[in-house]
């Protein structure tokens, strides 16, 4: 099973193809995420794990449509990144994009709105991630899909979260 780790920068994992656009110790591959393609064959991937890394790439769609193209079908697919309305997601100056907890459903085959990508996957689990003082939060908002949506539609700006972990499965 060949696994990739965007944007690792000094979390070089083990058994993975280590990517970063920095030269770093550990970094197997280097290349700036804002140039396409990335330097990795269709369907090469069996797994890949991105960590607060998408957030500062120049689009939101570019990347996710780079990342099904290397992605085998059914390959799972890690990404963490910071949500929307933390205040991580908006203080750091060099975060670009915004994510919700939505973003990501826009890229599922049943989701309609999708006629600008052909990139699909479906979603096997949403996480809402809070800051260690509110992890009761994220165990309470994460028993169900409905106190998740409930949250997001009601509370998130007056409880911001920390980040949004999502697991997706490829669609080809």
């Keep these: 099973m060949k696994k990739l780790n965007i944007g690792c920068g000094k979390e070089i994992k083990g058994g993975f ?6 030269k770093l110790s550990g ?3 280097v290349h700036n995420l804002d140039v396409y393609p990335w330097p990795f064959k269709k369907d090469e991937f069996n797994y890949v794990v991105s960590n607060h890394v998408l957030e500062h790439l120049d689009s939101i769609i570019k990347p996710i449509e780079e990342i099904w193209k290397i992605t085998k079908n059914k ?3 890690l990404i963490e990144v910071p949500v929307f309305p933390s205040i991580g997601a908006m203080a750091d100056p060099t975060h670009k994009q915004f994510y ?3 973003t990501f459903d826009y890229f599922r085959p049943e989701d309609s709105l999708n006629y600008y990508s ?3 996957f479906n979603i096997i689990s949403k996480n809402i991630i809070f800051t260690k003082p509110l992890f009761f939060f994220g165990w309470f908002f994460n028993l169900s899909i409905s106190m998740q949506k409930f949250y997001t539609n009601f509370l998130a700006f007056l409880i911001p979260a920390f ?4 697991e ?3 669609v080809k």
């Design 100 to 102: 919700t907890y939505r």
């Design 17 to 22: 193809v280590n990517l970063d656009s920095v």
């Design 118 to 120: 052909k990139a699909r």
């Design 168 to 170: 997706l499965e490829t």
């Design 163 to 166: 980040a949004l972990k999502i």
């Design 27 to 29: 970094v197997d591959v």
């Design 75 to 77: 390959a799972h697919i």
